[in-house]
């Protein structure tokens, strides 16, 4: 308690703020803050009548995603960060810190926000204190975290707690006292998004967007949360979780590791097609993994909330995420119609005919198609608490979580990648996890479309080293034995000739999970493709589903020089993690190399 309010006292001391507010996650602090987040600007309050206690935030331009060239993980040793993150010297980075940080909330407040990720005192929560000088974030994470005085308790208690500092890097008074206008969303062209994981501390310096300014996300449940789960025997993931129930009463656990913008926050709603099964939500985007004592793995979402992807969420292909954001919803770089409401691509078949777009600029259609500029900005988000959504399961907020049955791992692969895969083992599931890759989302800065290596979805989030990260995987997989959860490969975006997307996907992905599940429990048994186990003729139910036959044999089609080359793509990548890639990972490769000739 004692280390919680001195750790407040010095970065109020090195940032200046005119003001500290603890913060106690009340209603009224929201309703005090959203005001004056309007007052400033920062907020437009979404009518009344159509959107009740909503709002639009627009960001900075310069400000819109994830940056991953800036985000960094500060272990003592730079093999300890490996290949695939940033490294900086700790002390080096803290320097640069002490130096950016000085004065930077000079003229601001300065907010400090406990919060718990995980149900509040849950066996397998954690909890944190994140200082920030954005409102707009302490309205956000008590959308997205357990905030407030439980949180702070816990800590005063003697819980373990991760320090999570956050300033937008825009002070309102300079060094030599002359005071400056605010503007709606501060930000600054300096960014660090840094981690610390041997001290467990996080500091963020230069955004307000996302996962760079809200803290309990990526940077503490995945980045230092993967490293706490490595020390400890756990597994922390960028992962959906959902509950699956029969007619006939038997329920599964699903958890499913798709890259940023991949399908996560729809998978996780799904709303099935085929009427034997309803699924509920339990988590969108993170999960936490552990051994229980019944020898099986169980999962919680860490989170409160969903930060979801704007475009493409509709009555078609989300209809539950359209109607979890009826009210109490912050928008963030979406459109604004002219009776106040909100809009973003694909929300409705049809533009509205007059909108002002994301960066405040008129927008119709005829505009749009001219100068091919969306209304939504790609990355436009929605915050909203998990409790809202209708299909939001009962026990979502259950400490001890529920047990996996099957982990999906997928990507976006126009080609090659066949619809579903399920592992022959754990280690070959390992496999298909680290090989994951996926053409770029708007998730992050960076060349959309372009395909890159992601494994297990955890490339920017993963806070130490990869081959070291897939040994963990293999260490959890030999404590689970065979009360291992079964590991499958989908892929929804395999692409025809013509360009567009062979299979339908969204609520028609029921029928991949209802094989997978049907292979779980023994009832089905596939076939052998030289990738793994596929769906035998008929398994997969398709009835109902207007598939042309040779469209679903090109989803199923597995070609040998594709995958040679992909295997030697694989290699390449494999190489940089030197003698920290598990051999089991080589051996894996070698033998789908055999497999393909
Ligand atoms: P993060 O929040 O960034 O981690 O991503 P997420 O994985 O939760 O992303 P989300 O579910 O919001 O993905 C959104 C994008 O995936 C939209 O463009 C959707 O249209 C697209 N998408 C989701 N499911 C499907 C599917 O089954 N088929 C196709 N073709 N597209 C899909
Ligand atoms: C992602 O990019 O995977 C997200 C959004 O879930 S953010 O929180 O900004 O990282
Ligand atoms: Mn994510």
Redesign the pocket.
């Known amino acids: 308690m004692a280390a919680a309010r001195d750790f407040v006292a010095a970065v109020a001391e090195l940032t200046g703020p005119d003001a500290v507010v603890w913060c106690d996650g009340s209603e009224a602090e929201r309703d005090r803050l959203t005001e004056e987040l309007c007052q400033a600007g920062t907020l437009i309050r979404l009518d009344p009548e159509l959107r009740p206690n909503s709002f639009l935030a627009r960001s900075d331009p310069k400000d819109v995603a994830r940056v991953e060239s800036a985000t960094f993980i500060c272990s003592a040793e730079e093999s300890d960060a490996g290949p695939t993150n940033n490294w900086r010297d700790p002390a080096e980075m803290r320097a640069e810190l002490l130096r950016v940080f000085a004065g930077s909330m000079r003229g601001r407040t300065m907010y400090v926000v406990p919060f718990s990720m995980g149900p509040v005192g849950g066996p397998a929560s954690k909890v944190g204190i994140e200082i920030t000088d954005s409102p707009y974030v302490v309205v956000s994470m008590r959308l997205m975290t357990r905030m407030g005085e439980a949180a702070m308790d816990q800590i005063d208690g003697g819980a373990e707690w991760v320090p999570a500092v956050h300033s937008v890097g825009m002070p309102l008074v300079t060094d030599g006292a002359a005071v400056l206008p605010d503007v709606p969303w501060p930000c600054n062209e300096t960014k660090y998004i840094t981690h610390f994981p041997d001290d467990r501390e996080i500091w963020s310096f230069g955004s307000g967007y996302g996962g760079n300014a809200l803290l309990g996300k990526k940077c503490y449940a995945l980045r230092i949360a993967s490293v706490l789960a490595r020390d400890e025997g756990w597994l922390a993931e960028?992962m959906?979780l959902i509950r699956l129930r029969h007619a006939d009463g038997r329920q599964f656990h699903v958890a499913a590791a798709?890259?940023?913008?991949?399908?996560?926050?729809?998978?996780?709603m799904l709303r099935s097609v085929l009427p034997e099964w309803t699924v509920t939500t339990l988590g969108?985007?993170i999960v936490w993994l552990r051994p229980g004592e019944d020898g099986r793995l169980w999962a919680i979402n860490p989170e409160a909330g969903f930060?979801?992807?704007a475009?493409?969420?509709g009555a078609g292909?989300n209809p539950t995420a359209v109607d979890t954001l009826t009210h109490d919803v912050i928008f963030t770089n979406v459109a604004l119609t002219d009776d106040g409401d909100v809009w973003w691509e694909?929300l409705t078949p049809e533009a509205p005919e007059h909108l002002i777009d994301w960066v405040g600029q008129d927008w119709t259609p005829e505009v749009g198609a001219e100068t091919g500029r969306p209304a939504a900005h790609p990355n436009s988000r929605f915050t909203v608490s998990a409790a809202q959504c209708p299909m939001i399961d009962p026990d979502w907020d259950a400490g001890e979580g529920v047990p996996v049955d099957l982990i999906l791992f997928g990507g976006r692969r126009a080609s090659n990648v066949p619809l579903v895969t399920a592992a022959e083992d754990w280690e070959h599931g390992v496999f298909f996890g680290a090989t994951i890759s996926s053409e770029r989302?708007a998730?992050a800065e960076g060349a959309v479309g372009e395909l890159r290596r992601d494994p297990f979805a955890m490339l920017p989030f993963c806070g130490y080293h990869m081959g070291d990260y897939f040994g963990h995987w293999l260490s959890v997989g030999e404590r689970l034995g065979d009360r291992a959860p079964r590991i499958a490969a989908v892929n929804?975006?395999r692409k025809g000739a013509d360009g567009s997307?062979l299979?339908p996907?969204?609520s028609e992905?029921a029928r991949v999970l209802d094989w997978l599940l049907r292979l779980v429990d023994g009832e089905v048994t596939g076939r052998q493709t030289p990738l793994g186990v596929a769906p035998a003729d008929g398994e997969l139910q398709l009835d109902g589903l207007d598939l042309p036959a040779a469209d679903l044999d090109e989803l199923h089609r597995v070609d040998p020089a594709a995958w040679s080359e992909e295997a030697d793509r694989c290699a390449g990548y494999f190489a940089q993690f030197g003698d920290r890639l598990p051999v089991a990972m080589s051996r894996q490769l070698a033998a789908l190399r055999e497999r393909m000739s």
């Open positions: 960028h959906l798709f890259p940023s913008a991949c399908g996560k926050t729809n998978l996780a969108d985007d930060f979801g992807v475009p493409g969420t292909t694909g989302t998730a929804w975006f997307f299979w996907g969204f992905n």
